[in-house]
Nanobody
Framework: QVQLVESGGGLVQAGGSLRLSCAAS????????MGWYRQAPGKQRELVAA????????NYADSVKGRFTISRDNAKNTVYLQMNSLKPEDTAVYYC???????WGQGTQVTVSS
């Protein structure tokens, strides 16, 4: 069956960095655009970043441009989100997602303290 497993979340001070990973299994990973979403308490889930199947043409939410970088390694079936200059408003559960076949991971908590 399809599995998306996120890791790398945690507690970090404002200005710090984290790198999230999402390992996929059960799909032909290289065929799909992958996205990172986040959901903060009381807010709707929002797209943070997405990357096309071949690794080009990433797109980012305005709120994270210049701070976050999405990348992927199709040989490892893994998508990454490098998060730098973290802010308290980045606190949320972060999810990875396969566009087109609509699978979600279980999420990983990111908490940024001020």
């Amino acid at each position: 069956q399809v599995q998306l497993v996120e890791s790398g979340g945690g507690l970090v001070q404002a200005g710090g960095s984290l790198r999230l990973s999402c390992a996929a299994s059960g799909i032909i990973f290289s065929r799909y655009t992958m996205g990172w979403y986040r959901q903060a308490p009381g807010k709707q889930r929002e797209l943070v970043a997405a990357i096309s199947s071949g690794g080009g043409i990433p797109n980012y939410a305005d709120s994270v441009k210049g701070r976050f970088t999405i990348s992927r390694d199709n040989a490892k079936n893994t998508v990454y989100l490098q998060m730098n200059s973290l802010k308290p408003e980045d606190t949320a559960v972060y999810y990875c997602h396969t566009r087109g076949i609509d699978y979600w991971g279980q999420g990983t908590q990111v908490t940024v303290s001020s």
